[in-house]
């Protein structure tokens, strides 16, 4: 029997994870290098199939990618398309050589560096590049090596319906000719932060996402984030040991009239995988978590898709309201592509102001709307953004609050906040000398009585997505980004009244980054 609807799970774990000035001292944690996990999933039995790498440029401004949204037309990509969005979303863009080895930077932010979200594809026949050294891709069931830059197969096969059926119909799922599955594997990430990882799970997987809606809509192809599925029916199709890897979110890629026909047969595959470490670490809560958060039937699946999202309910701006002010002049276009390859996650801020403009831009296109499942109407949200202004030249220092519909900032409180932003960011210097820093809160109490405890992954699966677009319109402008954890009550603390009763889901701290010793 499904466990979604006993709420106490999520608040027993997000209760149970929270930091805190007394947290962090009370239950110190010690890397253990020697056990540092792999960070590549690797099937040692099944052979690779390398992929392409001779991309064709998109041509689309990253600004634009981030913002527009494809119309549902036939769009069927090809394995060089396909190719294209695995590198530019999970992908290693570059790599640096050091006394310890040799670390390897990807296309989307990950907490840590430790890349515990895995990849798997689900497709039909899809044709190769007219005039092209590859052929094409066979239906079936892949997992994407990143190491390798290539695809293993797990089934053979067209398994669309599969996934068909565990969504209990969603139409973007039952037309499109690709399905990229994400799972979450907790040791990777547990290793350094324990417990709260399955938080990371969303913050992860939802930076990926960001690059991957980014790149379909640059190449053409409509695409849509499905989060409510029979969690049973997808672990299975991947053959997942469950104790260890999750199915956490679907993206369909792709359109096309027909629907997929009954699809063969699965069985276990029993398929060996390389050790992450010599020792595993188990920490239940995480667990215990995704569990309670999972749907067993496609009513329970019916049920949640018919659900509108909750509303903010903000009154209306009560103090000093500044509209946003993208200008529409010198916007800077490198290509998506060329944004994603030099995105990086700040290690410094220099301090230095950012204009009005260029936060203007960064919220703009980062809130224009995200194609989800439980995001219901589009342009809906979960997250409500404050943030604090440190140095934004045409923007006086304090505390703010976003209106997303009438696109506004209200200050909550003027002054020099810089700080206590240092204080709310784990003590860490980072947001201190950041220009702004941008706090996602929600009020899980209205979400969780809508969605249940699957509720709880959305809402940190959207804050993960909205990061995601905060890097890419930050890095347009060459300006630096870095995703930060916090002291969870203080954060709501500092905002309220006006942020009382929310909880606080993620950090994005943006600015310009030092030069680089």
């Known amino acids: 029997m499904s466990q979604n609807k006993h709420l106490d799970a999520a608040w027993q774990y997000h209760?149970?994870?929270?930091?805190?000035?007394?947290?962090?001292?009370?239950?110190?944690?010690?890397?253990?290098?020697?056990?540092?996990?792999?960070?590549?999933?690797?099937?040692?039995?099944?052979?690779?199939?390398?992929?392409?790498?001779?991309?064709?440029?998109?041509?689309?401004?990253?600004?634009?990618?981030?913002?527009?949204?494809?119309?549902?037309?036939?769009?069927?990509?090809?394995?060089?398309?396909?190719?294209?969005?695995?590198f530019f979303s999970a992908g290693v863009v570059r790599s640096k050589k050091h006394e310890q080895g040799e670390t390897f930077f990807r296309a989307a932010a990950c907490t840590g560096a430790l890349y515990e979200i895995e990849l798997y594809v689900v497709c039909t026949d899809l044709p190769g590049e007219p005039g092209a050294n590859f052929s094409g891709l066979a239906a079936g069931?892949?997992?994407?090596?990143?190491?390798?830059?290539?695809?293993?197969q797990l089934r053979a096969g067209d398994f669309r319906q599969t996934l068909v059926e565990a969504t209990a119909g969603d139409l973007a799922i039952a037309h499109a000719p690709v399905t990229i599955i994400c799972t979450g594997t907790y040791?990777?990430?547990?290793?350094?932060?324990?417990?709260?990882?399955?938080?990371?799970?969303?913050?992860?997987?939802?930076?990926?996402?960001?690059?991957?809606?980014?790149?379909?809509?640059?190449?053409?192809?409509?695409?849509?984030?499905?989060?409510?599925?029979?969690?049973?029916?997808?672990?299975?199709?991947?053959?997942?040991?469950?104790?260890?890897?999750?199915?956490?979110?679907?993206?369909?890629?792709?359109?096309?009239?027909?629907?997929?026909?009954?699809?063969?047969?699965?069985?276990?595959?029993?398929?060996?995988?390389?050790?992450?470490?010599?020792?595993?670490?188990?920490?239940?809560?995480?667990?215990?978590?995704?569990?309670a958060s999972s749907l067993d039937s496609a009513s329970e699946v019916t049920a949640l898709r018919g659900s509108k999202t909750p509303s903010s309910d903000f009154p209306a701006p009560r103090g000093i309201a500044t509209p946003l002010q993208p200008s529409n002049d010198s916007i800077p276009t490198d290509t998506i592509e060329k944004v994603i390859a030099r995105r990086g996650s700040t290690r410094q801020f220099s301090r230095e102001p950012i204009t009005l403009a260029q936060l203007s831009l960064m919220l703009d296109r980062a809130t224009h709307g995200i194609p989800a499942d439980f995001l219901q109407p589009l342009g809906s949200h979960l997250n409500d953004l404050y943030l604090i202004v440190n140095s934004v030249d045409g923007l006086a220092p304090g505390?703010?609050?976003?209106?997303?519909?009438?696109?506004?900032?209200?200050?909550?409180?003027?002054?020099?906040?810089?700080?206590?932003?240092?204080?709310?960011?784990?003590?860490?210097?980072?947001?201190?000398?950041?220009?702004?820093?941008?706090?996602?809160?929600?009020?899980?109490?209205?979400?969780?009585?809508?969605?249940?405890?699957?509720?709880?992954?959305?809402?940190?699966?959207?804050?993960?997505?909205?990061?995601?677009?905060?890097?890419?319109?930050?890095?347009?402008?060459?300006?630096?980004?870095?995703?930060?954890?916090?002291?969870?009550?203080?954060?709501?603390?500092?905002?309220?009244?006006?942020?009382?009763?929310?909880?606080?889901?993620?950090?994005?701290?943006?600015?310009?980054?030092?030069?680089?010793?």
Do not use: C
Request: proline fraction near 6%; charge should be neutral; aromatic fraction near 12%.
């Open 187 to 291: 040791w990777r990430n547990a290793w350094k932060y324990r417990s709260r990882t399955y938080r990371h799970f969303g913050w992860d997987n939802g930076t990926i996402l960001a690059n991957l809606l980014a790149m379909s809509e640059a190449s053409s192809l409509p695409a849509k984030i499905v989060t409510v599925f029979i969690d049973s029916q997808i672990n299975e199709l991947l053959s997942l040991d469950t104790k260890r890897e999750v199915a956490f979110s679907l993206i369909s890629i792709g359109h096309q009239q027909s629907t997929p026909s009954s699809p063969p047969q699965i069985s276990p595959l029993n398929l060996p995988v390389v050790p992450y470490s010599a020792e595993e670490v188990d920490y239940p809560a995480m667990r215990k978590m995704h569990e």
């Open 141 to 152: 069931v892949y997992h994407f090596g990143v190491a390798e830059f290539g695809l293993r």
């Open 399 to 517: 505390a703010y609050v976003y209106h997303w519909e009438n696109k506004v900032l209200e200050l909550l409180k003027p002054g020099d906040f810089r700080g206590k932003a240092g204080f709310l960011g784990l003590e860490q210097q980072l947001p201190a000398d950041a220009a702004v820093d941008i706090f996602f809160l929600a009020d899980l109490k209205k979400i969780l009585e809508r969605y249940g405890n699957r509720g709880y992954r959305a809402t940190q699966l959207e804050a993960g997505i909205l990061g995601g677009k905060l890097y890419l319109a930050a890095y347009a402008q060459r300006l630096g980004a870095s995703g930060l954890t916090f002291y969870d009550d203080d954060v709501v603390n500092f905002f309220s009244p006006h942020a009382r009763g929310k909880s606080a889901i993620f950090l994005v701290a943006l600015g310009r980054s030092a030069p680089r010793k």
């Open 15 to 86: 209760s149970g994870t929270k930091h805190s000035q007394l947290s962090v001292r009370m239950n110190p944690h010690f890397l253990d290098w020697e056990n540092k996990p792999l960070l590549f999933k690797i099937y040692p039995t099944l052979e690779v199939m390398r992929l392409p790498r001779d991309f064709r440029e998109t041509g689309t401004a990253a600004l634009d990618a981030i913002t527009a949204r494809q119309a549902l037309v036939e769009a069927i990509p090809d394995l060089e398309t396909v190719a294209q969005l695995l």
